[in-house]
């Protein structure tokens, strides 16, 4: 993973996924696909295959460069999931993506190690955590052995019950010790490609998720991507006193603050209109 540097031309970062290096020079989106009945968002829109699929084949025209597929619900207070469960609404979904679109670079939402090692064998390109191994004290190890891009994700305790954990003495202080220790554990553990996100709306009030998006430069001081996962979130919609479906124009909003504050990748629900928030940010930056 190249990293930026503070004097000189600055090299991008870019992510090694399945044997081709992906630059992060201009940020990139991750497409939402939740194969889940109770995604707080989406959920129970993708049950068919080919719903996926042609799901999977929108996003990617609009412009996604990464899919991100999610087989347990990680909204607040959201029921556990067995394995088996997560394994049976995956596996088929996956091998039918791969087969359709055999050069889809694919993201698997999960926190459990089993998981991620089948899906990888299976052709997926990335894991994503919400819990960056603390769910699963196997994950860093199996994610370094399987050399693949690895999502830590900020979370305190389980989705079931995070938003009972969102005291913190030290708030912004506390994120950043945390990714530190992850990163380190990452870095031991051989994993080359780490991409952070802050973890907005988990185990946080909406008050604390604004004020980690203002501050969020501060993450960059790690030298690694940041992802950014706003889409559609309840703090943007309580904010607005409006519901999920009506909070588009607010994501966007709050997407351009995330990349000027320096992330790289978008984890969205439109990709089309992450897609113009990203040309109308160069364009500014190029301006």
């Known amino acids: 993973m ?23 020079d201009s940020p990139k989106i991750m497409g939402v696909l939740n194969i889940t009945p109770d995604s707080f968002y989406d959920g129970g829109r993708y049950k068919e295959e080919k719903a996926v699929l042609d799901q999977v084949d929108k996003m990617c ?24 469960e997560e394994q049976k609404r995956l596996y088929p979904i996956l091998q039918a993506i791969l087969k359709r679109f055999p050069d889809a670079l694919l993201s698997i939402d999960t926190f459990r190690s089993g998981i991620a090692k089948a899906a990888v064998e299976i052709g997926a390109a990335m894991i994503n955590d919400i819990s960056a191994g603390q769910l699963d004290p196997e994950m860093i190890p199996t994610v370094g052995k399987l050399g693949v891009p690895y999502v830590m994700m ?24 945390y990714f530190s220790q992850k990163i380190d554990s990452a870095k031991k553990h051989q994993i080359t490609d780490i991409i952070i996100d802050p973890g907005y709306g988990f185990a946080k009030t909406t008050q604390q998720n604004f004020e980690l998006l203002r501050e969020s430069q501060l993450l960059n001081t790690f030298g690694v991507p940041v992802l950014t996962g706003l889409s559609r979130k309840s703090m943007i919609y309580k904010t607005l006193n409006a519901t999920a479906e009506e909070a588009l124009n607010g994501t966007t909003a709050l997407h351009m603050q995330a990349l000027l504050n320096g992330s790289s990748l978008l984890r969205v629900h439109d990709v089309a209109a992450a897609k113009e928030c990203i040309l109308l940010y160069e364009a500014l930056q190029k301006a």
């Open 2 to 24: 190249a990293k930026n540097t503070n004097s000189g031309p600055t090299v991008p970062f870019s992510l090694n996924c399945k044997g081709n290096l992906i630059f992060l």
């Open 61 to 84: 025209t609009q412009g996604a460069t990464f899919i991100d597929i999610g087989a347990y619900s990680s909204r607040p207070g959201a029921a556990e999931v067995s394995e088996a």
């Open 154 to 177: 900020h979370m305190r305790s389980t989705p079931k019950d995070m938003q009972e954990h969102t005291h913190y003495d030290h708030f912004l202080q506390e994120i950043l010790s």
